[in-house]
């Protein structure tokens, strides 16, 4: 093949035809040998190093076989990032980078655990957390211990139910039992009843009633009871007694004057009480 030029004109030369096409395995171009001194056939394949299809910068194509290595710094828009499930391919999941400010990047660092990711609306049940200062919004909480510093109550009206116990803005609004010993080191304000099936301790003083004046002539309301007999127990208010109380019971008198009007004793099971004589 002689007088053959790759493009432009001369004399007596024939201009190459184009290829349109090129098989990298079976079609050749010539390239010198500088090992062998001479001009040798090499196919696109060799010349390259692949086996299949090259790469280039703008051409839409599908790679298979490619490893990017750890030296690599690698940016894809969130949009163009797809995960695919390696049993369904049609399971997919990306990312949406939208919430982050502008000119901000946001690491995220994962545990070294392999785990199910928590996410905000999915019912999801989690084992081994440790919450801070979090805020729980209606919670329903299954055979839990609970330990706390302190328990605050809501600054608007809240109430709530736990283990049958009714709770307003912070505070008991129903009858509470105890089976075990409560002991309290600390103020406590009480305005609904207390059943205690054993001790009652505290190390600081105990006030019952504090808001509510002594009733005039007493009333069964006003006093502490003892024992499972109906009534029996120590009351106080102003003036004579008159309500009905259990056998026994002792009532004081806040605006008594003498001996015989300071302290009563019910004698009979219902409105009748006689009068303590006390010291002067």
Known sequence: ????????????????????????????????????LATQRINRSTLLGVTGQPVDTTTIQTL??????????????????????????????????????????RTYTLPNVSDTVVTLTASQTLTNKTLTSPTINAPTITNATISADAIVGFTTSNTGTMYGISVTTGAISSALSLTSTLSVTGASTL?????????????????LQTSTAPPAAGASTSGIKFSSTANLGLYWGSGAPTFSAAQGSLYLRTDGSSSSTRAYMNSTGSTTWVAVTTAS
């Not at 990017?68 to 990032?81: A, E, G, H, Q, R």
């Not at 980078?97 to 502008?102: A, E």
């Not at 305005?191 to 006030?207: R, V």
């Open 1 to 36: 093949m002689t007088n053959v030029i790759l493009g432009g004109t001369a004399t007596g030369a024939t201009v190459l035809p184009t290829a349109n096409s090129i098989d990298g395995t079976n079609d050749y171009l010539a390239i010198y040998t500088n090992s062998a």
């Open 64 to 105: 298979q076989n490619k490893t990017i290595d750890n030296t690599n710094t690698f940016s894809i828009k969130d949009t163009l990032f797809t995960l695919v499930d390696d049993g369904d391919t049609t399971k997919k999941a990306q990312f949406q980078l939208s919430g982050i400010t502008t000119g901000t990047t």
């Open 191 to 207: 305005s609904g009843a207390i059943t205690a099936g054993s001790t009652i301790s505290t190390s600081g003083q105990l006030s």
